[in-house]
């Protein structure tokens, strides 16, 4: 095996890199969420992911790229090929980039009869291949499946090898590898990251209101579009916490309007909390969002009632309404959220709370969005809907990509007449 062995501590700016492997993450097939899991990942512990690259289900190339980004990275990432069929490739390629052979590894046989055993499985032929590792590599424990992770030397770079399933990859490098890099290597502090999502103006609409605001030396702000909402991350070293913090202050206060939330809860998890808090229920009746609503907010654990009721389109924003008040009723719960139909580029959007009524009809002001992101637009729009009442705010003025054509009850300064 190639290479030198560094010392236990290294005082240098780590060279991480992940290499994704399989023909169908190279040929787009699946979205390799794996990669971007770990880089975010890295980034909290102050590493920052210096190279990605992808390479398909090949020796010859998974050796020739193991082989060139080991003469680059301090520490690479392997991810998949750890399986037992023919395609799974990496620790060959690995024993081979390292010039050994590959060895049954006994203590990880007998934790893949014993994982068939307790599940009343018979274990298939195929996977004895998941104990076969690069000799003199150092075993990773996978406690979650059986693809055994393992670890080389590569001049001077010290490889891992990874499952490909996200939930076994993830515990992985959570348990097994980053508690290396920390042995090994003396990391720098992780970084403060304060984040915000917003919702109801576009990304630079945001940055146009934030550009004057001076940010401490080495603080940056960054903006993250992904149809219908926008993140905004302040970063910044921990030594910087008072003043960064200060500004999110000012940040906060400026986009009050726009902010879903802050951190990474998401705005279902946010309803679960403030509806518990108030010992609220909700009952939900969709059709243009088909059931998006209630499964977020389902998955958020929020307290949802059934009691969906028959719908005929187009209705007028008083039938909507009403149908949102006999939800209500007719489920049980103390408040209802039911979404429209599309009629013309058009629908409606009504809350039904204790005090009254809450609707609104808008018209989508652009075309060129997927029925997907339709959805997921209007499904915010009504989830943002209740988040406003539940904060005691008034609804929004204006939306991104809509047009508020006519809303009960009517604000005569400001809400357009009926048809206008």
């Known amino acids: 095996m190639s290479g030198r062995c560094p010392p236990l501590i290294q005082e240098l700016h780590v060279k991480i890199e992940m290499l994704s492997t399989g023909d169908e993450v190279l040929y787009g097939q699946i979205t390799d969420t794996n990669a971007s899991w770990l880089a975010e990942?890295?980034?909290?512990?102050?590493?920052?992911m210096t190279h990605r690259s992808t390479v398909g289900?090949?020796?010859?190339?998974?050796?020739?790229?193991?082989?060139?980004?080991?003469?680059?990275a301090d520490i690479l990432i392997v991810n998949g090929g750890l399986g037992p069929t023919s395609d799974d490739l990496s620790a060959l390629a690995a024993a081979t980039a390292c010039g050994v052979t590959l060895e049954m590894n006994q203590q990880w046989l007998a934790h893949i009869e014993d994982f068939f055993s307790q599940r009343g499985q018979p274990m298939a032929p195929q996977n004895r291949k998941q104990a076969e590792i690069p000799q003199s590599a150092e075993l990773i424990d996978n406690r979650a499946g059986t693809a055994c992770g393992f670890s080389v030397m590569l001049n001077g770079c010290?490889?891992?090898?990874?499952p490909g399933v996200p939930?076994?990859?993830?515990?992985?490098?959570?348990?097994?590898?980053?508690?290396?890099?920390?042995?090994?290597?003396?990391?720098?502090?992780?970084?403060?990251?304060?984040?915000?999502?917003?919702?109801?103006?576009?990304?630079?609409?945001?940055?146009?209101?934030?550009?004057?605001?001076?940010?401490?030396?080495?603080?940056?702000?960054?903006?993250?579009?992904?149809?219908?909402?926008?993140?905004?991350?302040?970063?910044?070293?921990?030594?910087?916490?008072?003043p960064m913090e200060a500004l999110w202050q000012q940040i906060r206060e400026a986009l009050n309007e726009w902010i879903l939330f802050e951190g990474t809860q998401g705005l279902p998890a946010q309803l679960a909390t403030l509806l518990a808090q108030r010992g609220l229920s909700l009952a939900v009746s969709e059709m243009y969002t088909a059931g998006l609503v209630y499964?977020?907010?389902?998955?958020?654990?929020?307290?949802?009632?059934g009691g969906e009721l028959p719908v005929s389109v187009p209705e007028t924003l008083a039938q909507l309404g009403e149908r949102a008040a006999a939800l209500a009723r007719k489920s049980g719960a103390e408040l209802a959220l039911v979404i429209g139909g599309l009629d013309n580029e058009t629908l409606g959007v009504a809350l039904m709370a204790p005090e009254g009524i809450q609707a609104e009809r808008l018209t989508f002001n652009s075309?060129?969005?997927?029925?997907?992101?339709?959805?997921?637009?209007?499904?915010?729009?009504?989830?943002?809907?209740?988040?406003?009442?539940?904060?005691?705010?008034?609804?929004?003025l204006s939306y991104s990509w809509l047009e508020v054509s006519e809303r009960f009850p009517r604000t005569p300064d400001t809400d357009p007449e009926p048809g206008q």
């Not at 289900?57 to 980004?69: A, G, H, K």
């Not at 075309?367 to 609804?395: C, D, P």
């Open 158 to 162: 010290r490889i891992f090898f990874t």
């Open 295 to 305: 499964w977020q907010l389902a998955g958020a654990a929020v307290p949802l009632r």
């Open 41 to 48: 990942t890295l980034f909290s512990q102050g590493l920052v």
């Open 367 to 396: 075309r060129r969005h997927s029925l997907a992101m339709r959805q997921e637009l209007i499904s915010t729009v009504a989830m943002n809907r209740l988040q406003r009442w539940l904060q005691g705010k008034s609804a929004p």
């Open 57 to 72: 289900d090949s020796l010859d190339s998974l050796v020739e790229e193991l082989t060139q980004r080991s003469q680059v």
């Open 167 to 242: 939930f076994e990859f993830k515990i992985m490098v959570t348990e097994q590898i980053l508690p290396r890099l920390k042995k090994q290597f003396s990391l720098p502090e992780p970084p403060l990251c304060l984040r915000m999502t917003t919702f109801g103006r576009g990304e630079s609409s945001l940055a146009a209101m934030l550009e004057d605001y001076p940010l401490p030396d080495g603080v940056t702000i960054g903006y993250r579009a992904a149809m219908p909402v926008v993140e905004i991350k302040l970063t910044g070293p921990q030594r910087l916490k008072a």
